[in-house]
Structures are given as structure tokens and as C-alpha cells.
């Protein structure tokens, strides 16, 4: 069983129907469309990268589109997968079922970026729960901050880890979770949430500036604090520190908080527990240069482990280690 964390939609404007009607779902742009329906990947992804755009009205960068390509994918083939969903207070979680997905010609929320109409693709799923399979009720702010970390994404849709899944599942069915809850990290995790609340956005700020600074110029400390200095690289395809900074936010939002490569969550500086899941700024073409359209974000190992390897070769080699562990 695959465990998933989702919004549906923009601002998560699928929610009500996906309640209301059992399914889980996604949208798909008119202009793109055809090419998933013929399987044509590499089509939809050439195609979305010049001519759709973002939530930030950007142009998408190749892992995003592929990205938007296999959201249609994950959400089409989905059967006995346990989906959970955030509103407000409350979670709520279903399973999806088997048989075909129905997809449906709709109004656009987002007429100006997305055109008119809009691909919806509903997958039938169990009705949709905010108890666990015991009667209680599922109150967000009665998780501990570990399980509020991975419970919830701003994004489309997040694929959990082993271990966190299994939480997610003991959660669901009502066990006993005292096995997560009493491991040290999550007690530190506890703690912090406890003693610095309301600071993820320093946390962000300070993860864009690390990733801006290491890229572009030579850090230094000065009174123990990092600074820029004002050496600029030569690779360096930005008009401004700035204009840099905006363009990683951008990415961040684009690919969901993601990795790029292997689809994980990455983690902020500050409050990451495993370092090698931090944000990590890779060229696509590792011999091209810092610019537009040649950035994505990874995890920091698998940065180091790409090295100035072929992007296209290295996802190649990540993906049959993932294949390979089923």
C-alpha cells in the first residue's frame, strides 16, 4: 500500500467534489492533454515547458512538467492506496479503488493561465473519513510536530517514506503510536516546536539565501554570521543576488518542496533531522551554466552522487534502484 498526502487542484478547489463524490483527483491542461492520453511523455513535457506555465507564471522546467505528467499517472492507476487529506482542524483519509478513472471537460478556475477548459481526472475511491477505523475522531492539532511535518504538503500530492506510511497507517487504524512518539527524534522535533513556534519562514528565508550564496558567490563569516561578498561567478546568469532569489523561491513552489530526482521531501535549513535531505541547487546540464531553465532543486546526496553526470543518465540509474526495491 502506497500512503499519499493531497490537495486537489489549485488552492485545493477539487476538495468539495473529491468529498462530496468518493474520488481523488487531479487536473490536466487541454493544451497538454493528448499527449498523456497517446503516452507521449517526452511530447507532453516539451510541449507544457513552452507553451504552459506555474502557479508563479513561470515557465516550467523539465522536472516540473515531468513532474505534472505523472501526477496524471499516480492519480489514474491508483488502487488500495491510502490517501490522506488536510482540511482545517480535521483529517481526512480514504483508499482508492479499482477501475477506470473518469475524466471530464470542465470550466477552469484559472481561465487567464489555464485557458477555458480544463481536464478533471476522478478516481473512485472508499468515502471519504475524518475518523480513525476505531470511531476517533482525526484533529490535526493533536499530532505531535514530527507527524504534522509529513502529514500535510502544500503541493499536489506527496508520496510518504516506509517508515512515515507506517505511521500514517498505525494513525489511521487506531494503534497504539507510542513507538514514534517516544524515539528521540521526534521528541527534539517536539521540543523545537515548543520553544521557536512560528519560524518556518526564517527557516525558508535562510535556506534560499544558502543556496543563492553557495551558487554565486564565496561565503564568508564575519562576527560568526555568513555574508555575500561581492565576487560574482562568471557562470553566474542572473541579473542580481535578488533576481536569484526570487527565481529558487519560485522553484521551491514549482516542485512542491520536492526532489527533483527522486520525488522526496526536502527538508529547511534549521530544521532538517537528516542533513543529506536538505535543498541542494543542481544544473540539469551540469556543464551549462546558473541560469533560467537550467535549475533544480535535489536532495544534498543526491547532488554530490550525480556529480556532472549526465541528467537524463542519473535518473535513469535512480529509477532502477527504485524499481528494484519491489
Known sequence: MIVYIANFGQENYLWPACLSGDTIATIDNVKVHGFWMSRDREGFISYAMQHLKTARNLAPTKPVASRWYSINDEVNETEGDLWIHREKKQLWWTISLAGPAEITLRPSAYPERDGPNIYEIHKPSNPWSNRNRRGAPLFW???????????????????????????AQALIAGDDLSYWHNKGSWRQREERAR????????????????????????????NGQQVLTTIKNKNCHFDSVDAMMAYVESLIVDQEGLCAITGVKLQLDGEEDDKELRYSLDRIDSSGHYEPGNLQLVCRFINRWKSASSDADFRRLIQLVQISRF
Open 141 to 167: 492539532d493533536t499530532l505531535p510536530a514530527k507527524a504534522k511535518d509529513f502529514l500535510f504538503t502544500e503541493g499536489t500530492l506527496q508520496r510518504l517514506s516506509l517508515e512515515n506510511a507506517e505511521y
Open 195 to 222: 520553544t521557536k513556534p512560528g519560524i518556518t519562514f526564517g527557516f525558508h528565508r535562510k535556506t534560499v539565501y544558502r543556496l543563492v550564496a553557495t551558487a554565486f558567490y564565496t561565503a564568508a563569516n564575519s
